[in-house]
């Protein structure tokens, strides 16, 4: 679906900066709306705080987090607080298409996925802020002329260490749960088929089990009902789409799957208060 969250994604293969409190106002484009990202995104947090959304789970980065942001990825900012410095480094969708990343790499991505957030000791921090300012300066002499089979290193090397971070993290923690996974598959199922599918027997079914069971598990994990967060998940795409696009009212539940506008109006007053073109004009 091409109408949907907005792709944001990056116009060089690389690129690498950091952001201080003088920047903030770059990051209040991510603020209002929620958007899709198509690159990937490695960020280390040195100061200052971040409320964020990642994949509609509020995340809190302190100082001495590093997150790894997926392509695919729904990512929206809520708050801003303190004495900003951040680093950041991404590659972008075509690049990481083509690039020619190793199993050991690859494997990292499943433990990322749920965890996208590690929180590093001061030592760990400190190193990693000493690598991105190496890579700060070779940017800055070779901007994105790096040759693609560097690049393609720099990327498999940043992924291997992601991943041997995280491997420490989940050998010190216990298990996830059965009911956790179960849980966590059913947030991912919804993400990929929300506008198209919003009965809660389909994700039973696709994940085996029985709606009533699938509801019970998810209410005990998450505090909310699978038909809250299926609608949580279509509302934040209406609303994205009501203030980013031009698209008319009936396009907008058209693309979510709708049978007429009527219906798609009772169902966005019944969640947010107002209707569809009220929200558009607020």
């Excluded at 770059?26 to 280390?44: G, H, M, Q």
């Excluded at 409320?51 to 789970?57: H, K, P």
């Excluded at 966590?184 to 088929?193: A, D, E, T, Y």
């Amino acid at each position: 679906m091409e109408n949907d969250i907005p792709k944001i994604d990056l116009p060089e293969d690389w690129i690498i900066g950091n952001l201080t409190h003088n920047d903030i106002g770059l990051l209040s484009l991510y603020v209002n709306y929620p958007c899709r990202l198509k690159a990937e995104i490695f960020v280390l947090c040195m100061q200052g705080e971040i409320e964020a959304s990642v994949n509609l789970t509020r995340k809190q980065v302190k100082p001495g987090s590093f997150i790894t942001i997926l392509p695919g990825t729904i990512l929206q900012i809520h708050k801003v607080e303190g004495d900003l410095q951040i680093y950041f480094m991404g590659f972008s969708s075509d690049f990481i298409e083509h690039s020619n990343i190793g199993k050991s790499a690859m494997d990292m991505l499943y433990a990322v996925k749920d965890n996208p957030i590690i929180e590093l000791k001061e030592q760990h921090a400190q190193l990693l802020k000493d690598y991105f300012s190496l890579l700060l300066k070779t940017y800055e002499v070779c901007g994105s002329r790096l040759n693609k089979d560097i690049l393609n290193h720099l990327l498999s090397g940043i992924l291997m260490g992601v991943g041997a971070m995280h491997k420490d993290k989940i050998q010190s923690k216990a298990n996830i749960s059965k009911a956790e996974q179960i849980s966590k598959n059913f947030s991912r199922l919804v993400m990929q088929n929300y506008t198209t599918q919003r009965n809660v027997a389909w994700y039973a079914k696709k994940l085996g089990i029985t709606a009533a069971h699938l509801s019970t598990i998810v209410k005990q994990t998450t505090g909310k009902t699978c038909v809250e967060i299926i609608t949580l998940m279509v509302i934040m795409d209406a609303k994205t789409q009501l203030k980013s696009t031009n698209l008319s009212i009936h396009d907008i539940a058209y693309s979510l799957n709708f049978t007429n506008m009527s219906f798609f109006g009772k169902y966005f007053k019944r969640n947010v208060g107002m209707g569809p073109l009220e929200y558009r004009n607020s």
